[in-house]
């Protein structure tokens, strides 16, 4: 059974600061690594996807990705009270159907 | 784009009557997934699609789902009985290629009574 596993939260952060969200999975052979964004009642949008250990950025947004510990994070700089949301990591099946296996998702609060 | 088009929105019934949701992915994406989100479980896949063609359905729960995939602009997710228990939002999703990302339709929420 291969498991990614997040902290629900809430994740309470004043607005303006930086928001860290983290996700771990079981499968040493993930290659794909997703994150989405789901606003209460919403369906889940994409954020951003990492492919490669190190950092990817994306205007507030930078995804960081750890395969020897098997941990991806997000954060989020200059958090915002639109940021408040549920945020699902995402990590493909590496060694058979590379279909990925969501989190159930860390609620993010930021308050003004 | 119209990006994934799902319906109906919201669909109340009672139990034991069939329910059918519909889908329309997304032009030229490859692949179609079903899934199923409740606040006890998650987001579950059901099932997918690859040209059509359904993969892995062991994300199906029972008998009592089925999903097809008539061609590449249309699926639907049925279910024949209807329990309460299948109350949840129901989404669909597709993509260019299986480990790329998803788009997400808006979503069914599914209320049996």
Partial sequence: QKEVEQNSGPLSVPEGAIASLNCTYSDRGSQSFFWYRQYSGKSPELIMFIYSNGDKEDGRFTAQLNKASQYVSLLIRDSQPSDSATYLCAVNDGRGSYIPTFGRGTSLIVHP | ?113
């Avoid at chain 2, 987001?43 to 995939?69: C, H, Q, T, W």
């Fill in chain 2, 1 to 113: 784009d119209a990006g994934v088009i799902q319906s109906p929105r919201h669909e109340v019934t009672e139990m034991g009557q069939e329910v059918t949701l519909r889908c329309k992915p997304i032009s030229g994406h490859d692949y179609l997934f079903w899934y199923r989100q409740t606040m006890m479980r998650g987001l579950e896949l059901l099932i997918y699609f690859n040209n059509n063609v359904p993969i892995d359905d062991s994300g199906m729960p029972e008998d009592r789902f089925s999903a097809k995939m008539p061609n590449a602009s249309f699926s639907t997710l049925k279910i024949q009985p209807s329990e309460p228990r299948d109350s949840a939002v129901y989404f669909c999703a597709s993509s260019f290629g299986v480990d790329q990302p998803q788009h997400f339709g808006d979503g069914t929420r599914l209320s049996i009574l």
